[in-house]
């Protein structure tokens, strides 16, 4: 299998606006966030599905989706902090977690909301690292 675009993002290959990172995880804010403090939280093992990850794997992604979700309650308000589980886009297994406050906030889509800068980005992953 050919390398994903998050396998490339683990590797340093392509840049990204990195909020957490630990040996088996990492959390990164999408280019087009469809919601305040959405991030995404990938295994550094490429694997196309999340119930196709090793057991170890699938306990230390959902340990940093519980870390990000924390984190992002913390730094950004709103009335609730989710997580979904897609996969559709990315053949590698991914969680996003995001704040919002209206179910639909929650079901936002990508062309559904504007461009974010560069600047804007990286504000938002200094204010949410960790």
């Known amino acids: 299998m050919a390398d994903s675009i998050f396998t490339k993002i683990i590797k340093g ?8 990172e630990d ?3 990492i959390a990164f804010l999408p280019l087009k966030p ?6 995404l939280v990938v295994p550094k093992v490429q694997v196309d ?3 196709d990850l090793p057991d170890e794997d699938y306990q230390a992604l959902m340990a940093t989706v519980k870390k990000v ?10 009335k609730r902090v989710g997580v979904q589980i897609v996969g559709l886009d990315v053949p ?11 179910p639909d906030e929650f079901r936002q889509f ?16 200094k204010k949410l690292a960790f």
């Open 110 to 125: 990508e062309s559904e909301v504007p461009e974010w800068t560069s600047e804007q980005l990286a504000a938002l992953a």
């Open 69 to 78: 979700a924390k984190r992002v309650e913390q730094t950004i308000e709103a």
């Open 23 to 25: 040996d088996k995880t």
């Open 49 to 51: 599905k999340f119930y």
């Open 92 to 102: 590698h297994v991914h969680v996003h977690v995001l704040a919002f406050d209206t």
């Open 34 to 39: 469809t919601a305040k403090g959405r991030v």
């Open 13 to 20: 290959e392509i840049p990204s606006y990195k909020v957490y």
